[in-house]
């Protein structure tokens, strides 16, 4: 199998032929949107390649739920989101609410460019080289374009009280996607990556705290979290007792004093 190949979807967590898995990411994508998005809209505002940006591309798009909010915030740009997941896609284009917004069901190493805005988010953490990433990114991107990376920031994880059947399970399951190459500590692989590239220059780097005393993002929160149990036991990979987990969160995220965060990075890179 070529390099690559083993950055296709051969991953089990992404099997959405499977109804039980697709119905999952179908929810989470939206979940995973809904608690971060209006902390994440600051980076666009502020960022000028965004601004005069025109042809934008989301690769592992998924449901296109994200990128149709970005589309409706920014309306004056053409954009394409791309996933290898065809229920994912189908779902995207029932969606799409304007001729702007269009989808295609296709693996990222398949697109052809040129864009001058690339985005990927939630995206790396799952793929094993990131290097061969950045690199075919990188033909797709235009001189002088850009591209974000929105992924996990996992130390600025906490609960308040101690959740230790959760964060025990996400050790867990973390170590077992580190194993088969896919590291969610993004930010220190794409430094390396990018150190490794001429063609692409670092941008800034944002790192965002999601708090769950924002109102809904605690029930964002809890909703988001059972569902990543459901997925790690339907991928089939990783053998834990998932209904302890889940019981275990149910009764924390009932007390009254229950408070968690998040954190993502978002990461710009500028294309020389
Ligand atoms: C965690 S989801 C993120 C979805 C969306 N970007 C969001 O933020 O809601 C990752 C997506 O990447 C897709 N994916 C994984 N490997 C891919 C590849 N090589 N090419 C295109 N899409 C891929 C998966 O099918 C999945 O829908």
């Not at 601004?51 to 915030?73: C, F, R």
């Not at 799952?126 to 591209?147: C, K, M, Y």
């Amino acid at each position: 199998m070529s390099e690559k190949k083993s950055n296709s979807c051969s991953d089990p967590h992404f099997s959405t032929q499977k109804s039980a898995i697709l119905g999952i990411w179908d929810q989470m994508q939206r979940l995973q949107t809904d608690f971060a998005f209006a902390q994440e809209l600051g980076f666009y505002y502020t960022s000028p390649t965004w601004h005069t940006a025109q042809m934008i591309l989301d690769l592992g798009t998924g449901n296109g739920y994200y990128l149709g909010k970005i589309a409706a915030q920014f309306p004056d740009k053409v954009y394409h989101g791309v996933d290898t997941s065809s229920e994912l896609i189908t779902i995207a284009k029932n969606e799409a609410g304007c001729e702007k917004v269009t989808f295609t069901h296709s693996n990222l190493f398949d697109v052809a460019g040129p864009y001058d805005f690339v985005l990927m988010r939630l995206l790396l953490q799952h793929l094993e080289n990131i290097q061969i990433v950045l690199d075919h990114v990188a033909s797709l991107t235009r001189p002088g374009g850009s591209a974000l990376i929105v992924d996990a920031h996992d130390p600025f994880r906490y609960f308040h009280p101690d959740l230790p059947e959760f964060v025990e399970f996400f050790c867990a399951y973390a170590e077992h996607e580190r194993k088969l190459g896919r590291d969610r500590r993004v930010t220190s692989r794409l430094e390396e990556a990018i150190s490794k590239s001429p063609e692409w220059q670092m941008g800034d780097t944002i790192q965002l705290l999601i708090p769950s005393t924002i109102p809904g993002n605690l029930d964002l929160f809890t909703r988001t979290y059972s569902l990543l149990v459901d997925l790690v036991e339907q991928a089939g990979e990783l053998q834990y007792d998932f209904l302890s987990v889940k019981d275990a969160w149910r009764r924390w995220s009932e007390r009254p004093d229950a408070y968690t965060q998040v954190g993502l990075n978002l990461i710009c890179l500028h294309r020389v």
